[in-house]
C-alpha cells in the first residue's frame, strides 16, 4: 500500500493581536489534515504578521503562502484593503477572514474579493481547525486537479507530437508521387489528382493545427516578448490573403489610423490575425468585403474582423472556438478547414488576459472580435493554467 504523500502548507496569519497569533501559532503547528481522496497527509507551519503592510512586504520580497488568515479590522489598511490588494496584484490565496466585526455587507464584500470562509471572534481551537481543515481539503484537492489536467496535456502533446512527425513523411510521399502521375494525365485525371493534393493539404494542416493547439495548451510552446505593431502585422495577413482573395473578387481593409503596439510574441499575434483574416475570406461571398480594425483603449488591444459572408446562426455561433467544430451545411461543404482555427484563437486570447468572441447574422455576415491586455503579458504560466480551466 502506497504511504501518503506528505505536503507542508504555509500559513500566513495577519492580526495585531499578539496572543491570538500566538496561540494559532501552536495549534496549527501541530495539526494535521489526511486529505484522503488524493493520498496526502497536510501539516502546517505559520507566519504572524501585525499589520496587513507587513504582509505586502513578505510578498513583495518573494514570499510565498498557501493559506491567509486574515483580520478584518487591522492598524493601517484593513483586511479588505489587503484583499483589494492582492487582487490587483492578481494573487491566488485562498483566505479565511477572521473578525469580530463582520457585517453582512462586510462579507458580501470580502467573498467578491475573493474570501474563501469567515471565522468570528471568539474562536475555539476545534472551530479553528474545522475551518483549516475545510480550506485544506479544498486547496489541496484543486491543485491534485490542475496537476492531472497539467499530464493530461502533456500526454496528448506527446502523442500529437509523435503523431504528426509519423505522418509527415507519408504524406510529403503521396504528395510527390501525386505530381509525377500528374504529368502527362488527361485533364479529367489531372482535376481529379488535384482534388487528392487539396485534400492533403488539409490533413497537413490539420497536423499542423493540433500540433500548434496542444504546444499552447502544455505549455510546450516557446513565447518570445517584445513590442510589435499589431497594425505591421495585420497589414502583412492581409497581404498574404490578398491574391486568395482577388481570385472571388473580395476585397479586404484596414481600418487602424495609427500603429497598435503591445508587448506580445509576434508569432501568436500572426497566428490570430492568420485565422480571423483567412475564415473571413473562406466564408465571404464572391465581391464581398472584409475589414480589419485595430484599437487600443488603455490597456486593452481589440482586434476586429468583420466580413460580408455567409453569417451564422446563433446555435451555430454559440458552437465555435470549441475544438474540431466546423459549421457543415449546404454552404460550407467545399469549404476546407480542421476546426481548430477559431480554438487556437480563443486560448491564445486568454494567455493575454482577453477573449475572443461571435457577432454574426445569417445571410449577412460576421464580426469576430479578439481582446488582447497589453498590461497582462507577458505571464505565460498563470495564464496557461487559466486557459486550460476552460479546456
Same mark, same amino acid.
Given at each position: ?59 513583495? =520580497? ?5 493559506? %491567509?488568515?486574515?483580520? /478584518? *479590522?487591522? &492598524? ?6 489587503? $484583499? @483589494? ?70 500526454? =496528448? ?5 509523435? %503523431?504528426?512527425?509519423? /505522418? *509527415?513523411? &507519408? ?6 508521387? $501525386? @505530381? ?92 490570430? $490575425? ?118
Amino acid at each position: 500500500m502506497t504511504s501518503p504523500r506528505q505536503e507542508v502548507l504555509k500559513v500566513a496569519m495577519v492580526d495585531d493581536e499578539a496572543p491570538l497569533c500566538a496561540a494559532v501559532r501552536r495549534i496549527l503547528n501541530k495539526f494535521r489534515v489526511p486529505v484522503e481522496d488524493v493520498g496526502v497527509d497536510v501539516s502546517y507551519t505559520t507566519f504572524t504578521f501585525a499589520t496587513g503592510e507587513q504582509f505586502l512586504e513578505s510578498l513583495a =520580497r518573494g514570499e510565498q503562502y498557501d493559506l %491567509l488568515l486574515l483580520d /478584518l *479590522k487591522l &492598524p493601517g489598511m484593513s483586511g479588505l484593503d489587503v $484583499l @483589494k490588494e492582492l487582487n490587483q496584484q492578481n494573487r491566488s490565496l485562498l483566505t479565511i477572514m477572521i473578525t469580530a466585526y463582520a457585517t453582512f455587507e462586510t462579507a458580501v464584500e470580502a467573498t467578491k474579493l475573493g474570501a474563501y470562509d469567515f471565522l468570528p471572534k471568539p474562536f475555539s481551537p476545534e472551530e479553528l481547525r474545522y475551518s483549516v481543515r475545510k480550506a485544506t481539503n479544498q486547496l489541496v484537492i484543486s491543485r491534485e486537479a490542475r496537476r492531472l489536467a497539467e499530464e493530461q496535456r502533456q500526454v =496528448r502533446f506527446n502523442f500529437i507530437s509523435v %503523431l504528426s512527425h509519423e /505522418l *509527415k513523411a &507519408p504524406l510529403n510521399a503521396i504528395e510527390g508521387y $501525386l @505530381k509525377i502521375l500528374r504529368e502527362g494525365e488527361s485533364p479529367e485525371r489531372q482535376a481529379m489528382i488535384d482534388r487528392c493534393l487539396i485534400r492533403l493539404d488539409g490533413m497537413r494542416k490539420l497536423i499542423f493545427d493540433l500540433l500548434d493547439l496542444t504546444r499552447i495548451e502544455s505549455g510546450q510552446k516557446a513565447r518570445h516578448f517584445s513590442e510589435v505593431d499589431v497594425r505591421a502585422i495585420a497589414q502583412r495577413t492581409i497581404d498574404l490573403f490578398a491574391p486568395e482573395a482577388a481570385e472571388r473578387n473580395i476585397s479586404i481593409s484596414l481600418d487602424a489610423p495609427d500603429p497598435v503596439l503591445m508587448i506580445a510574441d509576434p508569432g501568436e499575434i500572426e497566428i490570430i $490575425l492568420n485565422n480571423l483574416v483567412s475564415n473571413a475570406v473562406k466564408y465571404n461571398r464572391p465581391n464581398g468585403q472584409v475589414t480589419v480594425r485595430l484599437r487600443r483603449t488603455g490597456a486593452v488591444v481589440k482586434i476586429e474582423v468583420s466580413d460580408t459572408g455567409i453569417g451564422l446562426t446563433p446555435e451555430e455561433a454559440s458552437k465555435l472556438f470549441k475544438e474540431f467544430v466546423r459549421i457543415r451545411n449546404e454552404e460550407t461543404v467545399n469549404i476546407l478547414g480542421s476546426g481548430l482555427g477559431l480554438s487556437t484563437v480563443k486560448k491564445l486570447a486568454q494567455l493575454y488576459g482577453g477573449d475572443a468572441t461571435v457577432k454574426s447574422q445569417k445571410g449577412v455576415g460576421s464580426t469576430f472580435t479578439v481582446t488582447l491586455s497589453d498590461g497582462d503579458s507577458p505571464r505565460p504560466e498563470a495564464d496557461r493554467t487559466q486557459a486550460a480551466a476552460a479546456l
